[in-house]
């Protein structure tokens, strides 16, 4: 019912910035919550930052001071502007939303394909 599509990975120089986005798209649902994730390696999946429709934020403590997470309600985009960025934020980047039907007031998560985010040193 709802799909994410993300862009604005690539290759970036260590303290060079990138911005992600990620779009939700479908019909008949009101998004709880929007958040990125990341994940290494080897690694877990690990939550970046996430932001509610009221705007209230939160960050991963790696990334506090370096990373800031908003979104386009009108356009059901969230983006995740990264700055300083570190070898260590190597990782494929997914966006994720929380969502709920209108009519069945189902609540639902929705997941993006991942985009690659790498730094070199």
């Known amino acids: 019912q709802v799909q994410l599509v993300e862009s604005g990975g690539g290759l970036v120089q260590a303290g060079g910035s990138l911005r992600l986005s990620c779009t939700a798209s479908?019909?008949?649902?009101?998004?709880?919550?929007m958040g990125w994730y990341r994940q290494a390696p080897g690694k877990q999946r690990d939550l970046v930052a996430a932001?509610?429709?009221?705007?209230?934020?939160s960050y991963a403590d790696s990334v506090k001071g370096r990373f800031t997470i908003s979104r386009d309600n009108a356009k059901n985009t969230v983006y995740l502007q990264m700055n300083s960025l570190k070898p260590e934020d190597t990782a494929v980047y997914y966006c994720?939303?929380?969502?709920?039907?209108?009519?069945?007031?189902?609540?639902?998560?929705?997941w993006g394909q991942g985009t690659q985010v790498t730094v070199s040193s």
């Open positions: 479908g019909t008949g649902f009101s998004i709880n919550a």
């Open positions: 994720s939303a929380t969502y709920r039907f209108v009519l069945t007031w189902k609540l639902d998560t929705s």
């Open positions: 932001i509610t429709s009221s705007n209230a934020t």
